[in-house]
Structures are given as structure tokens and as C-alpha cells.
């Protein structure tokens, strides 16, 4: 895998990392022998290992562990030591996308990611307080995910940076070329992080440098359900 040359630091890439008949079986996989939730307008997930929980970004541990399929097995990284923790799959049909978020600290060490269908921009931005202390704007940087490549994230990239894909239905290249969304794939894969404690001391994303401040995370699900109580009280 190569670093790429940018801020983030950490965001590393190994293209082609299947064969294009890969890519179309395993598609072929996804769209007829696997059983989807409900269509909703937007991504659909599917999980093994562990179950990623999208309300704490960390995982879901009254749900059992789920043994990983015989098509996964192949698309395993060969690069960490043990094989990932939690493995989910996403499908993106066009113009879904997903909030900036960084995965729980605590919980995960680093990240991969592998492309299948489709290529999207994500966009990487920078968490926290700017580093000069100017209050001027975060920086930020939109990464093309191209099909059949492997992401890796770590440092930076994984810690003090929020990934994120925006709801659109084109993408504006650099070129300026403006290219149509379409179906796209997501494996992601994720590591739980030995004694659960992470030490970036990032007070703005990390949950351990939160706790050790006495500070409570802030989850979107629990602001709507504040949001919602409080308007039942004053209706009420």
C-alpha cells in the first residue's frame, strides 16, 4: 500500500486490490444472494464479526457474533497481525452518503475500506481546534475511492480527521469534470482496540480524552431524541 502525499496524514491506498471478474462475481453476490433490509432511501448494511453500532460508532454487543461468509474470506487485508473484529458491507445507491464521523477511538485501532462498483469522493476534514489557534476554517480534502481499491486508515486520518461521503447525485472532479453517481459497494474493516483506550488526547473526537475531561460524548441520535422530549413538553 502507498501513503498518499497529503493532509491527512495516514490515508493509504492499494489499487487494484481484486481483479475486475473479481469485482463483477462478487457484485453479482451482493445483488442476488444476499439478504438486504428494507429498502430505505439511502445506504443498507450488512454485518459480520461483531455488529457495528451506528448509534455509538463502536459495536453492538447485545447482537451475537456472525461468522464471516466464504466469499470475504479472499478479501481479507494480509497486513495486520489477526484478522479484523467487525466487518460490514454497504451498499450506496446514487446520491446516498454518509455524515462526517470518526469511528469510536476506544474502541477500534485503525480502519480499511474496499471500493467495489461505482468510484465517490470522500471527504476528509480536519477535527478539533485549528491548529494555529486563528479560528479560521478547517482544512479539508475530498479523496477519489476508486473501484477494486483498498483504503487504509491510520494516524491522522484515523484519529484526528472526520471521513465522511456527501448526499449528491455528481461529484465534481478536480479537472472539473462532473461525474454521475451510481451503485456503489463498501467492505470496511475494523480492529478492536487492545484495552479499549486511546491516547491521542484529541478533546475534540476522542471519547477517552472526552472522559478523562468528564465531558459526555454528543451522539446526533441523542440530540433528536432530547430535541423531540423537549417539544412533547412544551406542547404538552
Not at 430505505?40 to 455509538?56: E, Q
Not at 470518526?102 to 476534514?125: I, K, N
Not at 433528536?224 to 412544551?234: D, G, H, I, L, W
Amino acid at each position: 500500500m502507498q501513503e498518499l502525499p497529503i493532509a491527512p496524514s495516514g490515508i493509504l491506498v492499494h489499487t487494484d486490490f481484486i481483479t475486475s471478474e473479481h469485482e463483477a462475481e462478487l457484485l453479482r453476490v451482493f445483488q442476488h444472494e444476499l439478504e438486504w433490509p428494507p429498502e430505505r432511501t439511502g445506504r443498507r448494511s450488512l454485518h459480520w464479526g461483531y455488529t457495528f453500532s451506528y448509534k455509538t460508532f463502536s459495536i453492538d454487543r447485545d447482537i451475537p457474533y456472525k461468522t464471516f461468509p466464504e466469499w470475504l474470506l479472499p478479501l481479507l487485508p494480509t497486513t495486520e497481525s489477526r484478522p479484523p473484529d467487525q466487518v460490514c458491507l454497504q451498499h450506496y445507491p446514487p446520491g446516498a452518503g454518509i455524515p462526517p464521523h470518526v469511528d469510536t477511538h476506544s474502541a477500534f485501532d485503525q480502519l480499511y475500506a474496499l471500493s467495489l462498483g461505482a468510484p465517490v469522493l470522500m471527504q476528509f476534514r480536519e477535527g478539533g481546534p485549528v491548529e494555529d489557534g486563528s479560528g479560521g476554517a478547517r482544512r479539508s480534502v475530498e479523496i477519489d475511492l476508486l473501484p477494486r481499491s483498498m483504503m487504509q486508515m491510520r494516524g491522522d486520518a484515523r484519529l484526528h480527521w472526520t471521513h465522511g461521503i456527501r448526499k449528491r447525485k455528481t461529484d465534481t472532479l478536480p479537472d472539473g469534470t462532473v461525474r454521475p453517481r451510481m451503485d456503489r459497494w463498501s467492505i470496511t474493516y475494523r480492529w478492536l482496540r487492545q484495552g479499549a483506550v486511546c491516547d491521542c488526547g484529541n478533546e475534540g473526537l476522542c471519547d477517552t480524552a472526552m472522559q478523562r475531561r468528564g465531558v459526555e460524548r454528543g451522539y446526533r441520535w441523542k440530540q433528536a431524541e432530547e430535541s423531540k422530549m423537549s417539544e412533547e413538553q412544551e406542547d404538552s
